[in-house]
């Protein structure tokens, strides 16, 4: 007797097969049912865990044909090593590239007001900005600032992006601000009295950036508040900076602005 499949369906209405790809920690996928794209963070028996760069959490279900990889359906699977776990994400929430080189610099340039202002963007954009080939200036003062771009002369190929601290309009700073600005130079200011303050309060483990009478220290006020020492601010944003792990620790307000200016000067955001 002849042997029949208990198959019956018709080869041309039968699904094309489609690949099965591990869910390791760090690859990114989407879910079309819901357009939810993330890193795979986990993955447990019948479940795999999305985080987005927003730090959203989803957990859908292991379905066959359940995924998006590239644009490409996939069936993801459990993975069956048990190595070590690679980042899946950079400290600004960028997809990390393992093994990436730095980019040639670009003639761009993106100058930050402060030194701890300094610090806290090359802690977390700092993977970012080598990948795109941004060099991060240190601008000691906004008064400075004409002649840094009269000298750096901003053009198409070579835009300029500068952050300042607490940029408020109708201030000295707003005015210089406005006054270099153009196509090719963009100045944006976040809304702290210090960068201090763009650290999250919960991260620090306290309750909320405590308020300084005017006049006073910004900086050896909140020490006094705190109860941190106030004759080492120094050392004091050390220790501060040492609790900034990723993004996740910054206000979005700050996230915005610097993101603002990495599109600016790579061309990505604008004309």
Same mark, same amino acid.
């Given at each position: 007797?002849r042997q029949y ?67 490409? /359906? +996939? ?9 070590? *776990?690679? =980042? !899946?994400?950079?400290?600004? &929430? @960028? ?17 930050v007001e402060g ?71 963009? /100045? +944006? ?9 763009? *650290?999250? =309060? !919960?991260?620090?483990?306290? &309750? @909320? ?63």
């Open positions: 007797m499949s208990a198959d019956l369906t018709p080869p041309w209405k039968k699904p094309k097969p489609v690949p099965e790809v591990a869910a390791e920690a760090g690859l990114v996928v989407e879910e079309p049912g819901t357009g939810f794209c993330g890193a795979v963070i986990r993955c447990e028996a019948g479940t795999v865990t999305l985080e987005d760069r927003f730090g959203k959490h989803r957990v859908f279900p292991l379905e066959p044909r359940g995924f998006l990889l590239e644009g490409r /359906v +996939v069936t993801l699977v459990r993975p069956t090593s048990g190595g070590p *776990v690679r =980042p !899946s994400r950079t400290a600004s &929430g @960028s997809v990390a590239v393992p093994g990436a080189r730095a980019r040639v610099a670009r003639a761009g340039r993106i100058y030194r701890h202002d300094a610090e806290l963007v090359e802690k977390v954009w700092g993977d970012d900005l080598r990948i795109e080939g941004v060099v991060v200036e240190y601008l000691e003062g906004v008064d400075d600032l004409p002649a840094i771009v009269a000298e750096f002369a901003p053009g198409p190929d070579a835009r300029l992006g500068v952050l300042v601290d607490h940029l408020l309009p109708g201030t000295k700073e707003w005015r210089i601000a406005q006054s270099v600005t153009s196509d090719h130079a963009l /100045v +944006v200011g976040h809304p702290y009295i210090d960068i201090w303050e763009a *650290v999250k =309060p !919960s991260s620090l483990g306290i &309750g @909320s950036w405590p308020r300084v009478p005017h006049g006073q220290d910004w900086k050896r006020g909140v020490c006094r508040a705190l109860g941190w020492p106030t004759d080492n601010t120094g050392a004091v944003w050390q220790a501060i900076l040492a609790r900034v792990g990723s993004y996740k620790d910054l206000e979005p307000e700050l996230l915005g602005r610097v993101e603002e200016l990495i599109d600016f000067v790579t061309g990505s955001g604008g004309a």
